[in-house]
């Protein structure tokens, strides 16, 4: 048996391959954490390669049209679906949840609470990126940066100052494209990759029921008074901003809805664009598609691992959480060598399982799988957390949309003249993602800020992620709400290896409420409450589907999900030790050199709101710490 190259490495042998490519930097993840990183060490000259397991697919319509986001999601090429256990220490309360999935044993997937005999348990869908530019070409482009006091958080958490929010700020700005304040407005980018619109809801509240629902909120929320035909008082206040310099911008309002969107195409504004951008401009990326990242590989350095390369695989549909995985395919294994350093990106589930690959994870479980260890690293795999998203559905005696007469056929092609106006003015309504968001405070925020996020649209009817979720059409009747529970209090989740192979996705358990579930659950509740609140100003009557008014925190437990998770590979300050944190506040991987992780997964917690733009803004702070510019 030929000795694996990181055994062969290790004990100072020489190998007998073919002498790989070296770049100065090899980053695995081309997301919000490794793709601006990659652009901007090649635009600074350094040479860089970068291994992403999808293809480039920004230019396809599931990708670049708004309207598509949620096909992306679910469908290949463009995104992994992984099956996760929301509860993996209680099958009973797993299994109360209907999107919970099996496999018949037919092969076809069943959902919902009878599964048939012999039927296999799969868990809990969970939508990735698998893609240049990673999850954000399929996510929901909602683009809310993160509170002042998370930054601050962070910065008090580890004393390094430099996580502050005004340090934070000032890269978010120097990555943001604004289009929607007066260009020089404090606190906003102008010159960046990533351009930003906000959603315009004037259709929107031309429905006499929504436009009274939204003057309820106002109330409830807020507190002030709004009439529901004054619209443009309304659409003033909509029109505030979460991603502004205010540092009150989080306490309960209802604001705009920021998105990352390209105003003049109507397109999706990612990353992907930009990174083909900069190789088209003659800058050192070089960018390997369709790439499975498999392990790093070190050299002893004076008694301490150092990073040296990536082994990976080249080949299509090699992951098992992939709709086109074929077990019979391996991909032709290749390595890249690193002359400076190698740094993960591949996100909160992968980041950690590439990491026990290469033999840096916690001991019981890299012996239990025989893998040699490199560095004993308990913290991966650990602490993971997501924000909570209970739904709330309601069914109302009358429509919320008044006019649904719709030229648009969802067809997305040359019959469908809402794809027309998209394709050649950039605009209509495939240009948005549609639906509002607003944040309130519960009595359980830690701080000034709100601790709720809601996000939702009339004339849905479901909330969640389940096989077939995509295909959703419009029932002008329901309203269905994702409250998602900010600042969420337990960190008991974990990814863990379930094969050696790396093309096995591994098993990623949630462990929801397992800590501090009172705190997380009366917050959801006050969500329901406010909610209902508003239904109830209206005077419409309605039925209220889930959960039940009965046992609200049962049905919350029952049909929570989510889907911003962070934290298997936390951040600490200089003095955690090995079971608290995995990497220090320059994102090196502790007790190996040359190693870094920027994405997701490095979060001490969920970067209060939605993940996107704060990973983003890492990836522009890692740049600068591995440039040696901070
Ligand atoms: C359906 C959906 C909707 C979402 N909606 C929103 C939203 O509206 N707003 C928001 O802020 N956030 C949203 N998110 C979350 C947000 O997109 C993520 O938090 C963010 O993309 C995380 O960035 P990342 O770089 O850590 O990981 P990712 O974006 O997941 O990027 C990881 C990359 O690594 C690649 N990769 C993984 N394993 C390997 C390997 N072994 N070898 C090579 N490459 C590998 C993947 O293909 C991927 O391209 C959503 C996510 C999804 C899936
Ligand atoms: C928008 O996306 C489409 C592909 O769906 C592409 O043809 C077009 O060039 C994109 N526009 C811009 C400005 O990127
Ligand atoms: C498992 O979940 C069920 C349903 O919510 C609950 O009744 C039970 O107490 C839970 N068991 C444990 C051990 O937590
Ligand atoms: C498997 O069985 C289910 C239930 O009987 C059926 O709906 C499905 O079509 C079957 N799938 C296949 C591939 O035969
Ligand atoms: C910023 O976005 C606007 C609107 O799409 C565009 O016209 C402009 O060229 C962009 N600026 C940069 C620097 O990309
Ligand atoms: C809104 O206007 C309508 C008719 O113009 C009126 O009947 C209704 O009372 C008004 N509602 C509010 C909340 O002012
Ligand atoms: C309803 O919407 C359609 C399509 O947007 C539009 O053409 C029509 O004028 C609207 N009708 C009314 C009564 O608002
Ligand atoms: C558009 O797609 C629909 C449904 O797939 C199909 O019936 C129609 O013929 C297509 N039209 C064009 C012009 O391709
Ligand atoms: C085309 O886009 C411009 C703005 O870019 C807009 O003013 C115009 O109304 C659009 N045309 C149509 C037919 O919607
Ligand atoms: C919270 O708001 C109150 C009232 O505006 C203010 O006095 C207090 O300083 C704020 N607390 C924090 C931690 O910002
Ligand atoms: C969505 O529905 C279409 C048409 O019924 C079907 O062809 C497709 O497979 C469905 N997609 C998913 C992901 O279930």
Redesign the pocket.
Same mark, same amino acid.
């Given at each position: 048996m030929i000795p694996t190259l990181v055994t062969a490495l290790l004990a100072g042998g020489s190998f007998a391959y073919a002498a790989p490519e070296e770049y100065d930097y090899v980053i695995?993840?081309?997301? %919000?954490?490794?793709?601006p990183l990659a652009a901007n060490l090649a635009s600074s000259g350094a040479s860089v390669f970068l291994?992403?397991?999808?293809g480039d697919n920004s230019r396809d319509i599931a990708q670049a049209l708004p309207a598509r986001? @949620?096909f992306s999601?679910e469908n290949a090429p463009h995104?992994?679906q992984y099956f996760v256990e929301h509860y993996g220490n209680n099958e009973t309360q797993a299994r109360r949840d209907w999107k919970y999935t099996y496999r018949q044993t037919n092969g076809s997937l069943y959902t919902g609470l009878d599964p048939p005999a012999g039927a296999t348990p799969l868990g809990n869908m969970y %939508?990735?990126?698998?893609?240049?530019?990673? #999850? @954000?070409q399929? &996510? @929901?482009? &909602?683009?809310?940066w993160a509170p002042d006091n998370e930054w601050d958080y962070i910065a008090e958490l580890t004393g390094d100052s430099t996580w502050g929010h005004e340090n934070m700020r000032r890269l978010f700005m120097e990555m943001e494209n604004c289009t929607y304040v007066p260009h020089g407005t404090p606190g906003h980018g102008f010159d960046g990759f990533l351009q930003t619109t906000i959603s315009n809801h004037d259709r929107d509240m031309m429905n006499p029921g929504i436009a009274s629902f939204f003057s309820e909120m106002f109330r409830v929320v807020e507190g002030i008074e709004v009439s529901a035909n004054d619209t443009a008082e309304m659409a003033r206040l909509i029109a505030r901003d979460v991603n502004g310099i205010e540092s009150d911008r989080y306490e309960s309002k209802i604001s705009g809805r920021m998105n990352a969107i390209n105003p003049s195409s109507g397109n999706r504004s990612g990353v992907a664009d930009h990174l083909n951008n900069i190789v088209a401009g003659g800058h050192p990326l070089t960018i390997s598609l369709n #790439?499975?990242?498999?392990k790093v590989l070190f050299e002893d350095c004076e008694g301490t691992p150092k990073a040296i390369g990536v082994e990976?695989q080249v080949g299509e549909g090699l992951?098992s959480a992939g709709q086109q995985y074929d077990e019979s395919q391996t991909g032709e294994v290749k390595t890249v060598r690193a002359k400076k350093e190698v740094i993960l #990106?591949?996100?909160?589930f &992968?980041t950690p399982?590439?990491l026990k690959l290469s033999g840096v994870g916690p001991r019981d479980e890299l012996e239990e799988h025989n893998i040699p260890i490199v560095a004993e690293l308990p913290a991966v795999g650990n602490f993971m957390q997501d924000n909570y998203e209970a739904p709330l559905i309601i069914r109302a005696s009358e429509p919320w949309i008044v006019n649904t007469s719709s030229p648009c056929t969802n067809t997305f092609n040359a019959s469908d003249p809402c794809f027309l106006l998209w394709q050649n003015n950039g605009t209509g309504p495939y240009t948005s993602?549609g639906g509002f968001y607003f944040t309130a405070r519960s009595s359980q925020s830690w701080d000034n800020d709100s601790d709720l996020f809601f996000l939702g649209a009339p004339g849905r009817s479901r909330s969640g *992620?389940f096989p077939g979720y995509s295909n959703g059409t419009v029932e002008p009747n329901y309203w269905a709400t994702s409250m998602i529970k900010m600042q969420t209090s337990n960190a008991a989740g974990t990814v863990k290896l379930l094969s050696t192979d %790396?093309r096995i996705a591994p098993a990623i358990n949630f462990n929801y409420f397992a800590e501090n579930a009172d705190r997380d659950l009366q917050a959801l509740t006050e969500a329901a409450e406010m909610l209902l609140a508003g239904y109830d100003g209206t005077g419409i009557p309605y039925e209220l589907i889930t959960p039940s008014r009965d046992n609200m925190r049962q049905g919350i437990l029952d049909e929570s999900f989510s889907?911003?998770?962070?934290s298997t590979c936390r951040m600490g300050p200089d003095s955690a030790t090995v079971e608290e944190a995995c990497v220090d506040t320059k994102f090196r991987v502790k007790g190996i050199k040359s190693l870094r992780v920027v994405? @997701? #997964?490095v979060w001490p917690r969920v970067p209060g709101? *939605? %993940? &996107?733009?704060p990973?983003f803004t890492m990836?522009m702070k890692a740049s600068e710490v591995i440039l040696g510019l901070e």
């Open positions: 695995v993840g081309s997301g %919000p954490g490794g793709g291994i992403e397991a999808g986001q @949620a999601a995104s992994w %939508p990735r990126g698998a893609t240049l530019g990673g #999850s @954000a399929v &996510n @929901a482009m &909602n683009l809310a #790439s499975l990242a498999q990976y992951y #990106s591949a996100g909160t &992968n399982q590439i993602g *992620f %790396p889907h911003h998770a962070t994405d @997701a #997964s709101a *939605f %993940p &996107n733009g990973t990836s």
